[in-house]
């Protein structure tokens, strides 16, 4: 497809599970993003990639948050030992150039993780 | 640290009527100040950014957004919504000392009565 795609689409995940996001950005995009969005509340940042650089992870909650992005493309949003405040969507958003907010960010339709 | 807030978290208005979101946020520096819609079902979309200039930005579907620095405001208006509004906005801002990172408003979410 042409659009930023998210899978799984829906996620429930007992408490102490780990669980694995994974995005698919727009071919050639250089920059990418991962936003937590509570239920109600607007997204929040987690962390941006330029290329395979993870550049900014300041908005990664704990440390049992990790993201990666190996060659460029695809990234992978791991959560260990899920707890019930990770409940939330997660946003994968991608640009064309590496001055992201200078251009157009495409979001896709987000991970809804569930944590029982 | 940025932050950004919307006043509104329901708003309902009726085909034709006039409409203004507010968004105000809290950075004395230089800003970058986005507006983003997400339709019923669908993935957040860009409706309208301001960098630069002319202080008063046109976006899609006849929206726009008036920066108003010394209010540090960035209300989004319509003159006449359709039923094809309903969505929820959301206001966002980037300092220019926060690299690529957005801060998000909570959300207004538009009902439109046909």
């Known amino acids: 497809g042409a659009g930023v795609s998210q899978s799984p689409r829906y996620k429930v995940a007992k408490r102490g599970q780990d669980v694995a996001l994974r995005c698919d950005p727009i071919?050639?995009?250089?920059?990418l993003f991962w936003y937590q969005q509570a239920l109600g509340q607007g997204p929040e940042f987690l962390t941006y990639f330029q290329n395979e650089a993870q550049l900014d992870k300041s908005g990664l909650p704990s440390d049992r948050f990790f993201a990666e992005r190996p060659e460029g493309s695809v990234s992978t949003l791991k959560i260990q030992r899920t707890q019930q405040e990770d409940s939330a969507v997660y946003l994968c958003?991608?640009?064309?150039?590496?001055?992201?907010?200078?251009?157009?960010?495409?979001f896709g339709e987000g991970s809804r993780l569930t944590v029982l | 640290a940025q932050s950004v807030s919307q006043h509104n978290h329901h708003v309902i208005l009726s085909e034709a009527a006039s409409l203004e979101l507010g968004c105000n946020y809290s950075y004395g520096g230089t800003v970058n100040l986005f507006w983003y819609v997400q339709y019923p079902g669908q993935h957040l979309q860009l409706l309208l950014k301001y960098f630069s200039g002319d202080p008063l930005v046109k976006g899609i579907k006849g929206f726009e957004a008036e920066f108003i620095k010394s209010k540090f405001s960035f209300n989004l208006r319509k003159p006449s919504v359709q039923w094809s509004d309903t969505a929820e906005y959301f206001c966002a801002v980037n300092a220019n000392n926060a690299g690529n990172m957005l801060t998000f408003g909570g959300g207004t979410r538009l009902m439109v009565k046909p």
């Open positions: 958003a991608s640009s064309l150039i590496s001055r992201a907010l200078d251009g157009e960010l495409f």
């Open positions: 071919s050639g995009h250089v920059s």
